[in-house]
């Protein structure tokens, strides 16, 4: 089992700037990527960003430029900088874990953290 605990989320006003952190802890497999999906209310669970234990990235398109996903392998943790924050990123933001094996994948979830941008 692996576990995710979040940290950093709040209020911001537009354009400002927040950073997610997410420990993971467990059994976390050599081969595996982590990063951030979030959900507005009303809409489904989007990828934000994601990082693999290589360092390939992904992002969401909207994020691009704004937002920057890193990690440290060494103490499992994996970082969400947004910057230039708008309303609409306003959403829960889950911290998101697959380990890669052999037979398949497993995927874990962390609890959650609000991240609400409003003047």
């Known amino acids: 089992q692996v576990q995710l605990v979040e940290s950093g989320g709040g209020l911001v006003q537009p354009g400002g700037s927040l950073r997610l952190s997410c420990a993971a802890s467990g059994s976390i497999f050599n081969v595996n990527a982590m990063g951030w999906y979030r959900q507005a209310p009303g809409k489904q669970r989007e990828l934000v960003a994601t990082i693999t234990s290589s360092g390939r990235l992904n992002y969401l398109d909207s994020v691009k430029g704004r937002f920057t996903v890193s990690r440290d392998n060494a103490k499992n943790t994996v970082y969400l900088e947004m910057n230039s924050l708008k309303p609409e990123d306003t959403a829960v933001y889950y911290c998101?874990?697959?380990?890669?094996?052999?037979?398949?994948?497993?995927?874990?979830w962390g609890q959650g953290t609000q991240v609400t941008v409003s003047s």
């Open positions: 998101w874990l697959r380990n890669f094996r052999a037979l398949g994948t497993s995927d874990y």
